[in-house]
């Protein structure tokens, strides 16, 4: 089968062994949270800082700056506010972003958040043959251990991007769980080519990320804008949509992104809010996963 056909025209086993490569399998909901909690929050932070320009062999030095901002703004914001209400949280740190600002990580984990692995230089994975991206998989792994001490056991693509070969690299290395998904809002068992792998998902969803509200490149033709009040309607609503249910909250931000004086609010407010709410079980992404895989019902 010529698989350069446009898609109407291919067979079905083509489609259909594109759709099983990785599919979402059982659905891991606890019984309860810890504690009698009724909903459990699981913040990350993506600490992209300079390779968000790096990875496509970029050169920008004003783009640059922006991303060592996000070690000596962001970070630090983001650090106090976490531990003035003393939540746990899980950053996703690039290799090289680790070598660039060791002492961050180590800051990092002192503090008693995790670190998970989020590519070498933020490349993307698809564009990556099998040895490439396991290579820089496990070098990824290497230097975070290394630098902090402690072995990553998840991991967060760049941009969410997934090569064929990435859930078979996870099941290698054995990692307990990844977050780069978007199947469920439960965490999941991830399946590959029909079979239950190891791996864990902790889905995530552009809708509860900063991103896609605020990034932006003036070299580019990319100029997205939500003002911040409209964006913590969002991420609220999101969050009370969880805590009705009864279940897990993930949100995704970047220091570079809401680490400024006009955004940090948001997630402050934020916090307030669940807080007022009550019943909350603040968690890294690997406890709320390693309590779901054990108290699933």
Not at 4 to 24: G, I, K, L, M, Y
Request: glycine share 6%.
């Amino acid at each position: 089968m010529d698989q350069e056909q446009p898609s109407w025209q291919w067979d079905e086993t083509v489609w259909r062994n594109r759709v099983e490569q990785v599919r979402a399998g059982e659905r891991l909901v606890p019984t309860h949270w810890p504690n009698g909690a009724r909903c459990a929050v699981a913040l990350s932070f993506d600490s992209d800082h300079e390779t968000s320009e790096l990875r496509d062999g970029g050169k920008s030095i004003g783009r640059m700056s922006w991303g060592q901002a996000a070690n000596r703004v962001g970070i630090p914001r983001i650090l106090a506010l976490l531990e003035q209400h003393d939540i746990p949280a899980t950053f996703f740190v690039p290799a090289v972003v680790a070598q660039l600002y060791p002492e961050e990580q180590r800051d990092i984990i002192a503090r008693g958040h995790e670190i998970g692995l989020h590519g070498w230089i933020h490349e993307l994975n698809s564009v990556l043959e099998y040895a490439d991206e396991k290579r820089l998989m496990l070098n990824s792994s290497r230097v975070l251990a290394e630098i902090t001490g402690v072995k990553p056991v998840g991991m967060r693509t760049p941009s969410w991007d997934y090569s064929p070969h990435t859930l078979r690299i996870a099941e290698e290395m054995a990692l307990l769980y990844d977050s780069s998904l978007m199947a469920d809002e439960h965490c999941y068992r991830l399946i590959r080519e029909g079979k239950p792998s190891n791996v864990i998902e902790f889905p995530v969803e552009w809708v509860r990320d900063d991103a896609v509200y605020f990034m932006m490149n003036r070299f580019q033709s990319l100029r997205p804008y939500t003002p911040p009040g409209d964006v913590f309607d969002i991420f609220m609503r999101e969050f009370d949509g969880a805590w009705e249910e009864g279940g897990v909250f993930q949100l995704t931000l970047h220091p570079h992104i809401i680490g400024y004086r006009s955004r940090i609010w948001i997630l402050a407010r934020l916090i307030e809010h669940m807080k007022q709410r009550g019943d909350i079980w603040f968690a890294t992404h690997q406890q709320v996963v390693e309590w779901a895989r054990d108290h699933a019902g």
